[in-house]
């Protein structure tokens, strides 16, 4: 049995796939997997049962990465799982921008009671005015699943479209539209967009890149979007550049009470995610990541270990193994199944960083100590014995 801790609220849709191996928990002390969305791990002490922790969404920086890499314990993400959903709010965050949409419906609604509003509103009008984004250059920075999309449905909508990722994947490359103008230069988006929105993830090189200097880079009345992280901002720098009118809006979609308080910024409650064909996806992508790899040990999906995908179980049983990535573990690793008499099926070891991952499915009975004389090997960290009787799934 699997015990599952949900620390938000997740998609049924997802949650109802699991099946009578697995029960939800409200006590994160016993569970064997977690599903989260934004909530913050940093600060939960992770039990030592903890085998994986997916997240129903993108964003992984509410997770201590490096302290469950140490431990064993898969993070999985739903890459792409939410992408549309953002897209269409970032189109949403840039006509915002270009009028006073809010600006007019605000009026509307002060003015329900005038008897001549229609005639009125005809002379208000003109308060709301704005501009086309027809014509207008987007910068992209960031060209991963919400980025291209972005990138690709402002072209449609008749935007001149440049691009920055220097880390782009084959995937994304792919996915992009070739009237996307690529750059190797941030300041090259900077000096000649109208609008700029970012589409990276929070860690490390990307936390405060839009600072003082980068905003000073930046066009006049430049329009700047921000539905990944606000860690991205520097947010005082950001507030004098609204105030100062360097940048004429700032669409976010993080609150706080820097972005809160910023005059000519339109914030909204962290929303581009929350639509129901988005939360269905994530749940789904998920809660499948999750069983795969309970139930056979599959990585796919994950953001810190590698991916190791053996399919379904072959032969009686399969052996998964965390270690070290150092020379001779997967020599000391057969050494023991030889020893002990046990044939390969199939086997495959992957490893990133400091941490390795391997997978060995055996064509016959396990005796109950094999795991742990794999432990004891040094620099082995975490092993599971998986018996296809009880687990031998399709996924
Ligand atoms: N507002 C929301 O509800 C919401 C929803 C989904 C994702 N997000 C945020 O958006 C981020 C992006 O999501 P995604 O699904 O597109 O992720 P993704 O992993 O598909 O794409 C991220 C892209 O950023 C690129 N990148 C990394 N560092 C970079 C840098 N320094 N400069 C330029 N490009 C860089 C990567 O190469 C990758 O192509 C997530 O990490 C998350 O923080 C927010
Ligand atoms: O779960 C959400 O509502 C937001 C998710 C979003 O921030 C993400 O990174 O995918």
Redo the contacts with the bound molecule.
Sequence with gaps: MFKVARLNPIASIGTDLFTGKYEMTENLAEASAVLVRSASMHELELPDGLLAIARA?????NIPLDECAKKGIVVFNA??A??N??KE?VLAGMLLAARDIYGGITWIRENKDEADIAKLAEKAKKNFAGTEIQGKTLGV???????ALVANASLNLGMRVMG??????VE?AWSLDHHVQRVNN?DDIYANCDYITI?????D??IG?IDEAAIAKMKDGVVFLN???DLLVKEEAMAAALESGKVHRYVS??ANPVSANMKNAIIFP?????TAESEDNCAVMAVRELMNYLEAGNIVNSVNFPRTDLGPIRGTGRISIFHKNIPNMIGQITAILYENGINIENMTDKSRGEYAYGLIDVDCEFSADLADKIRAIDGVSRVRLIEAKNFCKKF
Excluded at 164 to 169: C, E, Q, V
Excluded at 270 to 274: E, G, K, N, R, V
């Design positions: 969404g993108a964003g992984v920086n890459p792409g939410n992408a959903g953002v709010m920075i960031g060209l991963g699943a919400i980025g920055y990722d220097p880390y782009i994947s994304g941030l589409h990276v993830p929070a860690m090189g990307t890149m539905f990944a992280r979609d993080f962290h929303l581009a995610a929350s």
